[in-house]
């Protein structure tokens, strides 16, 4: 099986491209929440997962942390969720933010972080968009307008270029940086850390760097079944968890690596950004709203420059 990477939305737009020409490439899909939920799913690029699963230590209840194979889908078929982890609030480089000055979502408005904050871009579908329709949804439109028009962040679709702008510090504050990304620039002596709560903003969890599902009609169904129940395995999500820093949903893998603040604490129940419902309507909603309202305020903002 050859391994291809990318932005799940720009892969998935050419697979359905070439699907509807004949052609069937892929045998597995490790794509994103929307690309997972609002494409593959409704338009029926995947075939039911849960058969295909039959190794011991995936199917055994006590290596899971709910007791039982996790699938977000209403048949509980299709998509297999393999990760939970808190959402941090943002990323900050401690030579340059006074933790102190940064406790609640609203001190992320302060005149302060003017041109100081980054983002991948939020008008367009992807890890900005999301970030602003989690805002939309917590706090409400006012408080997205002045966070990503009047504060002027920096905006980009590279994601390497807004880590390097943090730690850099000329962009302290970053919304959307990658926790794997920063890991390695603390490695290297950067001054980097993770606000998981701010005030007035809930604790997340997130489903992870992907969502496992099985194409229909692949080329190597033998291969993607032998893949699909490794991935699930112990071997390959210690790998996944400590190379993406994510926790996984199987009780046999060491956590140790991992920042204890990105583990879920069992006595706590935390908005689930891995939610059908969610994905389906609520995310959705929002981030169309965000989307329209900063398209609308930024078209403004150069017209009035």
């Given at each position: 099986?050859?391994?291809?990477?990318?932005?799940?939305g720009?892969?998935?737009?050419?697979?359905?491209?070439?699907?509807?020409?004949?052609?069937?490439s892929?045998?597995?899909?490790?794509?994103?929440?929307?690309?997972?939920?609002n494409?593959l799913y409704?338009e029926?690029?995947?075939d039911?997962?849960?058969?295909?699963?039959?190794?011991?230590?995936?199917?055994?209840?006590?290596k899971?942390?709910?007791g039982?194979?996790?699938?977000?889908?209403?048949?509980?078929?299709?998509?297999?969720?393999?990760?939970?982890?808190?959402?941090?609030?943002?990323?900050?480089?401690?030579?340059?933010?006074?933790?102190?000055?940064?406790?609640?979502?609203?001190?992320?408005?302060?005149?302060?972080?003017?041109?100081k904050?980054?983002?991948?871009?939020?008008?367009?579908?992807?890890?900005?968009?999301?970030?602003?329709?989690?805002?939309?949804?917590?706090?409400?439109?006012e408080?997205?307008?002045?966070?990503?028009?009047?504060?002027?962040?920096?905006i980009?679709?590279?994601?390497?270029?807004?880590?390097d702008a943090?730690?850099?510090?000329?962009?302290?504050?970053?919304?959307?940086?990658?926790?794997?990304?920063?890991?390695?620039l603390?490695?290297?002596g950067?001054?980097?850390t993770?606000?998981?709560e701010?005030?007035?903003m809930?604790?997340?969890?997130?489903?992870?760097?992907?969502?496992?599902?099985?194409?229909?009609?692949?080329?190597?169904?033998?291969?993607?079944?032998?893949?699909?129940?490794?991935?699930?395995?112990k071997?390959?999500?210690?790998?996944?968890?400590?190379?993406?820093?994510?926790?996984?949903l199987?009780?046999?893998?060491?956590?140790?690596?991992?920042?204890?603040?990105?583990?879920?604490?069992?006595?706590?129940?935390?908005?689930?950004?891995?939610?059908?419902?969610?994905?389906?309507?609520g995310?959705?909603?929002?981030t169309?709203?965000?989307?329209?309202l900063?398209?609308?305020?930024?078209?403004?903002?150069?017209?009035?420059?």
């Amino acid at each position: 099986m050859a391994y291809i990477a990318g932005g799940s939305g720009e892969l998935v737009s050419r697979i359905r491209v070439e699907r509807s020409s004949g052609l069937y490439s892929v045998d597995v899909y490790m794509a994103g929440n929307d690309s997972t939920v609002n494409v593959l799913y409704p338009e029926k690029m995947i075939d039911p997962i849960r058969p295909l699963m039959i190794l011991p230590e995936t199917v055994d209840g006590s290596k899971w942390k709910s007791g039982k194979l996790s699938f977000i889908d209403p048949e509980q078929q299709y998509i297999l969720r393999l990760f939970s982890t808190v959402t941090g609030a943002v990323f900050v480089n401690l030579d340059h933010v006074n933790l102190e000055e940064l406790r609640s979502a609203e001190d992320l408005l302060h005149p302060r972080w003017k041109g100081k904050i980054s983002t991948e871009d939020p008008t367009i579908s992807g890890s900005g968009s999301n970030g602003a329709g989690r805002f939309y949804a917590d706090i409400g439109p006012e408080f997205v307008k002045r966070l990503y028009v009047d504060q002027s962040p920096l905006i980009s679709r590279d994601r390497r270029l807004l880590s390097d702008a943090l730690a850099r510090g000329t962009h302290p504050i970053c919304l959307t940086c990658r926790a794997d990304d920063v890991a390695e620039l603390q490695k290297a002596g950067f001054r980097l850390t993770e606000i998981f709560e701010l005030e007035g903003m809930p604790s997340r969890v997130r489903p992870g760097p992907f969502l496992l599902t099985v194409a229909n009609k692949a080329p190597n169904p033998k291969a993607a079944q032998v893949f699909v129940n490794w991935m699930a395995g112990k071997e390959a999500l210690e790998i996944y968890s400590r190379r993406y820093q994510q926790a996984t949903l199987r009780t046999d893998v060491d956590e140790a690596p991992l920042d204890p603040h990105l583990v879920p604490k069992a006595d706590k129940t935390y908005p689930d950004d891995g939610d059908f419902n969610w994905i389906t309507v609520g995310r959705r909603e929002n981030t169309e709203k965000a989307r329209a309202l900063l398209k609308g305020a930024m078209t403004s903002e150069k017209t009035a420059r």
